[in-house]
Nanobody, 124 residues
Framework: QVQLVESGGGLVQAGDSLRLSCAAS????????VGWFRQAPGKEREFVAG????????RYAEFAKGRFTISRDNAKNTVYLQMNNLKPEDTAVYYC?????????????????WGQGTQVTVSS
């Protein structure tokens, strides 16, 4: 069992930056692939970025490439999502999730544990 708690969301203006954190407790965090997802009002939850167990290989959605960076500190059981040059269309609830596997997945159904989400609102 893994518990995930996101933090770092807030209200910012277009062009600003935010860093989200996902703190994990429970089972050994290093065994999990971790992903960030987001869900805007009226839309389906979508993949944002994912990071391997070691913190090496990463995956990004097209909209995140060049603006967002995912990283992890396994000693602190924490994964981060640095978001730069935020746009109003980035407004959403951001969730972190993990799966007990060595394989990346963009499919939300393949993730075992989820946090409660943190709201990011970007004004124009």
């Amino acid at each position: 069992q893994v518990q995930l708690v996101e933090s770092g969301g807030g209200l910012v203006q277009a062009g600003d930056s935010l860093r989200l954190s996902c703190a994990a407790s429970g089972r050994t965090f290093i065994t999990y692939i971790v992903g960030w997802f987001r869900q805007a009002p009226g839309k389906e939850r979508e993949f944002v970025a994912g990071i391997s167990r070691s913190g090496g290989p990463q995956r990004y959605a097209e909209f995140a490439k060049g603006r967002f960076t995912i990283s992890r500190d396994n000693a602190k059981n924490t994964v981060y999502l640095q978001m730069n040059n935020l746009k109003p269309e980035d407004t959403a609830v951001y969730y972190c999730a993990c799966r007990d596997s060595a394989m990346f997945s963009f499919d939300i159904k393949r993730y075992d544990y989820w946090g409660q989400g943190t709201q990011v609102t970007v004004s124009s």
